[in-house]
Each structure stands twice: as structure tokens, then as C-alpha cells.
């Protein structure tokens, strides 16, 4: 029996372990194991890598990933077989033979191969040659030449070229992306002067209404004067229609000095509300009662 004979039956017995332990955890993962087994034993050694590396990403296993990097170099990918032994050495849990095994194989291979180290923020996965959508920090062994590293997960959009030779390390650093700034709109204030017209408008009429007081006061007077001179004769029917029209013109001129005073106010109090405040809502009204008048505003 040649000894690549009894490698690739020491390797069927292992991965058929492999296989064994981990179907009770996770059954996909064992049927994956077992495909690739089969695959290695008709000597499609690319074919059993692969699967015995979808197999350990279900169910992490540092044996798997072993036996992958084995396979991998035995398929002549030395890029995917340092990959494989580097993880099955930082996972750990391997005996003491294969983690010695693992160290020997991946500083061999590295002599040939360059390393990208990935950095950036944890959020990111990134795709690089072989590795796929990679949680950061990661490090994958490439073959010398040129990769694209390119964000396919996470905030922000790029990629980046490395360019590596042999036996050297690249880094390439993603920065975490910058917060937008959103643009707060301010309302305008309005205008210190207010609504001129409201204001000159307001004053005219309170005005008005101190006109039609002043006036009402005056003809009250008169009014008193000519109901006394009618008492005095009441015969004279010219006295009573003097005593009567003065009254009447007294009430009209309390009205207007009421209605005046009042609309004055509301037009002064309500624009100085809305010069004052850029929102909210203003309100003011007014009447007349047989008592005088009222006001009422809110704002």
C-alpha cells in the first residue's frame, strides 16, 4: 500500500468521525461532511474541501477545517489550504499532532502566498478572492497579485485594490462611515414691525372711541340741563324734544365709544400676539351688553 494510499484512507476514517460526532447537533452539517467524504474517496479533492468547509461554517469544527485545508492542498489551491489551517488553528481544540501538523503546513505555504488584513468596523463583511461576506477583522492568504476588497454587507458602499507579493502582509482599513447631517429648517421669524395696517387701524379706532366718549360726556351734560329746563315747564314740548334728541344722541355716542375702544384693543392685542410668536393661534372678541361692553382674547 503507497502512502498516499494509506493518507487517503487515514483521511476517509477521520472525516467518518467527524461525520459521526457532529450529526447529532447539527444533521445538515453531518450530511455535508459525508458528501465530502465521498468526494474525496473518488479524488475530487476541490469538491471535498469545499464541503467539508460549508460543513464547519454550520457546525464549527477545528478537525473540519483540518481535514479542509488538507484537501485543499491536495487539490493544489495553496491560497484556500493556508485559510483553512489558520482557522482551524484560531478556532483551537485540535491535538497536540494536528495543531503541530497545521503550524508546519501553513508557514510552508505562506512562503508563497501574501496576506490581506481587513480591518474596519465590526458591522462590515467584506469578500476577498476565496473568503465570502467575512466578519471584520479578518485575515485571508491570497495568491501574489492583485484583489479587490469589497464591502458587500454593512453601512457604506467601496472596495479597495491590495496589491500583494509573496510573502508579504497588506492592510487595508475601512473607515466607519460618517453620520449625515440633516439640515434643520428653522422657521423665519416674522418681521419686528408686525402688520402695520392692524397696528395704525387699532390705535385709529381706540382713538375713535375716546372721541365718542368725550362726546357722549358732553352730550350727557346738555341732555341733564334741557330734561331739567322741560320739568321746569312741561308744558313746552320743544324743551322735551331737545331734552329727548340730546339723550338719544348721548346713547349713540356711548355705542360708538364702546364699540370703537373695543375693536382698538383687539387690533393692537392681536397683532402685537402675532408679532411676538412665530406659531400658535391668536383669538380675540368683543361685544356690547346693556351693562357696557366686553372683551375677551386668547393666544
Do not use: C
Amino acid at each position: 500500500m503507497t502512502a498516499s494510499t494509506k493518507f487517503g484512507l487515514a483521511m476517509a476514517i477521520a472525516v467518518a468521525l467527524i461525520a459521526s460526532r457532529v450529526d447529532a447537533a447539527d444533521p445538515e452539517a453531518a450530511s455535508i461532511y459525508r458528501a465530502g467524504q465521498t468526494a474525496y474517496a473518488r479524488g475530487d479533492f476541490a469538491a471535498a474541501a469545499a464541503a467539508f468547509e460549508q460543513a464547519a461554517t454550520l457546525s464549527p469544527n477545528p478537525e473540519a477545517w483540518f481535514y479542509a485545508g488538507e484537501a485543499w492542498t491536495r487539490a493544489g489551491d495553496k491560497a484556500r489550504a493556508a485559510q483553512a489551517m489558520a482557522t482551524a488553528l484560531a478556532l483551537g481544540g485540535l491535538d497536540d499532532e494536528k495543531r503541530a501538523t497545521a503550524n508546519e503546513q501553513l508557514a510552508t505555504l505562506s512562503v508563497d502566498l501574501g496576506i490581506v488584513k481587513v480591518r474596519g468596523p465590526r458591522e462590515l463583511r467584506v469578500s476577498v478572492a476565496h473568503v465570502r461576506r467575512a466578519a471584520l477583522p479578518v485575515d485571508v492568504y491570497v495568491s501574489p497579485g492583485d484583489h479587490a476588497v469589497q464591502i458587500v454587507e454593512g453601512p457604506g458602499k467601496g472596495s479597495k485594490l491590495a496589491r500583494v507579493t509573496a510573502g508579504a502582509t497588506v492592510t487595508i482599513t475601512f473607515d466607519a462611515p460618517r453620520p449625515r447631517r440633516t439640515a434643520i429648517q428653522r422657521a423665519k421669524p416674522k418681521p419686528r414691525g408686525g402688520n402695520t395696517v392692524m397696528q395704525a387701524l387699532g390705535w385709529t379706532a381706540i382713538g375713535l372711541g375716546v372721541t365718542s366718549g368725550v362726546a357722549a360726556i358732553v352730550l350727557g351734560v346738555k341732555g341733564l340741563d334741557a330734561r331739567d329746563e322741560w320739568e321746569a315747564d312741561l308744558r313746552n314740548l320743544d324743551l322735551r324734544d331737545r331734552a329727548e334728541t340730546l339723550r338719544l344722541w348721548t346713547n349713540v355716542a356711548w355705542g360708538g365709544a364702546a364699540v370703537f375702544s373695543v375693536t382698538g384693543v383687539v387690533l393692537v392685542v392681536v397683532e402685537a400676539t402675532s408679532r411676538e410668536t412665530d406659531s400658535g393661534s391668536s383669538a380675540a372678541a368683543f361685544g356690547i351688553g346693556p351693562f357696557g361692553g366686553w372683551l375677551s382674547a386668547s393666544w
